[in-house]
């Protein structure tokens, strides 16, 4: 699957975020913390690209789940 540059930023924030703790659930809030202010519009849609392509369970509220596509997407083993 191809990507945007916006879709692969948050993929490697993600492959950062699981490097770290290993842990499928994540706050959303530590991911976007480490969005740039100018690319926030940017990397919010390609977030919700990603949860639309089932890479990342996310239900509106403060968590998120990287799904075994999600894990296999940023070169995780599952």
Excluded: C, N
């Excluded at 991911?31 to 100018?38: F, I, V």
């Amino acid at each position: 699957m191809s990507y945007t540059p916006g879709e692969k930023a948050v993929l490697a924030q993600l492959r950062h975020l699981w490097s770290i703790s290993a842990v499928r659930e994540q706050q959303v809030k530590v991911l976007t913390t480490q969005w740039p202010p100018s690319h926030v519009e940017t990397y919010s849609k390609a977030f919700q690209t990603l949860v639309t392509s089932g890479l990342i369970e996310h239900t509106g509220g403060q968590t998120f789940t990287i799904t075994d596509a999600g894990l296999l997407a940023i070169g995780a083993e599952i």
